[in-house]
C-alpha cells in the first residue's frame, strides 16, 4: 500500500515538473518580439540543416599531402554549420517559416 502512494507522489511530482517546464517555455516564447522570433526560428533551420549536412561531408575523403587530421575535422565541423547558417539565412527550405509562425501562434494564446 505504501509503495502505491509513493509512486503516486512521484508520478504527481514529474507531471508538476513538465508542466512548470512546459509553462516556463511558452512564457519565454511570447516575451519574444517579431524580430528575435524570426532570428530564433532561422537558428532552429540552420542547427537542423546542419546536422542534415554533416553526414553528407563526413563521406569526403580527407587523402592527399596535407589531408586528414584532427584539425581537419574540427574545421570541416565549423564550415558545416556556416554553410547550415548560410542556407536557413538566405531563404533556407521553409523550416524557419514554420517555426516562425508557430511562434506567433503561441504569442497570441
Do not use: C, H, W
Not at 47 to 61: I, Y
Request: net charge negative; aromatic share 4%; proline share 1%.
Amino acid at each position: 500500500m505504501q509503495t502505491a502512494s509513493i509512486t503516486a507522489a512521484q508520478g504527481q511530482l514529474i507531471q508538476a515538473q513538465i508542466n512548470a517546464s512546459k509553462t516556463n517555455t511558452l512564457d519565454s516564447v511570447r516575451g519574444l518580439d517579431n524580430k528575435a522570433a524570426r532570428e530564433t526560428a532561422e537558428s532552429f533551420e540552420a542547427v537542423f540543416l546542419s546536422q542534415m549536412l554533416k553526414p553528407m561531408f563526413d563521406t569526403l575523403s580527407t587523402d592527399g599531402i596535407m589531408g586528414g587530421g584532427k584539425a581537419e575535422g574540427m574545421y570541416r565541423d565549423m564550415m558545416v554549420d556556416e554553410v547550415g547558417k548560410s542556407i536557413a539565412k538566405n531563404g533556407g527550405i521553409g523550416i524557419a517559416d514554420s517555426i516562425y509562425r508557430e511562434i506567433l501562434k503561441l504569442q497570441e494564446g
